[in-house]
């Protein structure tokens, strides 16, 4: 297993950005991915998932409507669509897969989360 996940870059405020995960071309076929972060000095944050059946997804307060998590129909690729950037959403963002289903409030730590992408780092300018 191998993800990675790419798209990041340096933006202006306001502006949006498209992350994608994958797994070297194969199917990402674990039932829950999700999305961290890790800003300057902080410790890694959650900042999406969803499990694939049933379609339950989660955001963090600090991104709900401006951030949406989605997979392609082939099943290849998560992105991370994130709008209306701010500085304070400069970060490293990671992809996660889980191995197992999890309920919501699982989604959000980290350790229930087996396999983890190399980061892309986020830089939004003010």
């Known amino acids: 297993v191998q993800l990675q996940a790419s798209g990041g870059g340096v933006v202006q405020h306001g502006a949006s950005l498209r992350l994608s995960c994958i797994n070297s071309g194969r199917t990402l076929r674990w039932p829950v991915m999700g999305w961290f972060r890790q800003r300057p000095g902080k410790e890694r944050e959650f900042v999406a998932a969803?499990?694939?059946?049933?379609?339950?997804?989660v955001y963090a307060d600090s991104v709900k409507y401006r951030f949406a998590i989605s997979r392609d129909n082939a099943k290849t690729t998560v992105y991370l669509q994130m709008s209306t950037l701010e500085a304070e959403d400069t970060a490293i963002y990671y992809c996660?897969?889980?191995?197992?289903?999890?309920?919501?409030?699982?989604?959000?730590?980290?350790?229930?989360?087996?396999?983890w992408g190399q980061g892309t780092l986020v830089t939004v300018s003010s």
């Open positions: 969803k499990r694939w059946n049933g379609g339950s997804t």
């Open positions: 996660a897969a889980a191995e197992r289903s999890l309920i919501t409030s699982q989604f959000t730590r980290t350790t229930n989360y087996h396999y």
